[in-house]
């Protein structure tokens, strides 16, 4: 519980919020691009690295409540330079347009927040006949990062600033399939379990953010790839748990973090000093903590690599 957090060797702790581990962190001239940034702990994030001077371009399905947090934003913070753009994970036609249409503008890319996402869904396909919540969580950031990577590059190379992609995952990585990940059957509605399913997605986020740790490295080029837990947080992630989203929403506020503090771990790893040079970790409450073994396991992460590649060719 976020109650009773204690400081780790950052100096925050469960109970810090985004703008206490951004303190004093001058983020102007940098670019960030934050996926579901138009509702809970994207929107926070999203605001807090505006204010810190971020450029932030919002990838969001609702355009409309994206424009709509925009103004929020830019009312509380007039300074702040915040773009919506259009991008539905769950959809590749969408990644690739809006990978094109950022290219195609001219920004840098410093900072790429994998954050979007959707949670415990009932079996369903996606526009690419993909289970719903491994194409959203995992093969369209897959398919984001790959296609904008070239941006980062030249935007480390010319900045000389280290680039920083974010994956956005969950301590639900533990709580996958017993193999971890169900290559041969991530479209069985027969063995779909929601939930295992979920987790199998957020497993997929920390693996991807490894394997992609491992090539940055041998590439020479200064960007790191890292992944995270954000903490369980009373968001709209919960919305299709039946009833156990009414017992979130009583019981979730002193039990769980509020988007303030659920934005922070994000926060952290994107701006702070003391993440630099750290590449393929895994953080949790802003400090480094230890995904599980299958979230450890440098074949499973490339087979996961291979196997994504795959699919998205």
């Known amino acids: 519980m976020w109650l009773f957090g204690r400081k780790g ?3 925050f702790s469960s109970s810090s919020t985004a703008e206490e581990v951004t303190q004093g962190i001058d983020g102007t001239g940098l670019t960030a691009i934050v996926t579901g940034a138009s509702s809970g702990i994207g929107t926070e994030t999203a605001r807090v690295l505006a204010l810190r001077g971020v450029h932030v371009i919002m990838g969001v399905r609702n355009v409309a409540a994206g424009r709509d947090v925009k103004e929020a934003i830019v009312k509380e913070i007039p300074t702040a330079k915040v773009d919506t753009m259009e991008l539905d994970l769950s ?3 969408s990644v690739r347009k809006f990978a094109a249409d950022f290219s195609s503008s001219g920004h840098p890319l410093n900072l790429l927040i994998n954050n979007a996402g959707i949670m415990a869904t009932p079996f369903m396909l996606s526009k690419d006949n993909i289970e719903l919540q491994f194409a959203t969580n995992h093969i369209g950031h897959f398919l984001l990062t790959n296609l904008l990577l070239d941006t980062m590059k030249k935007a480390a190379r010319t900045s000389k600033r280290e680039g920083r992609i974010i994956n956005v995952s969950s301590e639900a990585h533990r709580y996958t399939y017993k193999e ?13 379990s929601n939930f295992a399913a979920y987790g199998q997605s957020k497993l997929a986020n920390v693996l991807h953010a490894n394997e992609l740790a491992k090539r940055l490295k041998v590439d020479g080029v200064d960007i790191t790839a890292n992944s995270l837990h954000p903490g369980a947080i009373v968001t709209n992630l919960f919305r299709h748990m039946g009833p156990i989203s009414g017992l979130v929403n009583i019981f979730g506020k002193i039990a769980l973090k509020n988007v303030q503090q659920g934005a922070a771990t994000t926060c952290y790893v994107a701006l702070h000093p003391q993440v630099k040079g750290r590449s393929g970790e895994y953080f949790k409450d802003s400090n480094i903590g230890q995904a599980s073994a299958h979230g450890r396991n440098a074949e499973l992460a490339k087979k996961l690599w291979d196997f994504s590649m795959k699919m998205v060719k």
């Open 9 to 11: 060797p950052s100096g």
């Open 91 to 93: 959809s590749m036609a």
């Open 180 to 192: 971890g990940i169900h290559f041969d059957k991530i479209n069985d509605q027969s063995g779909y």
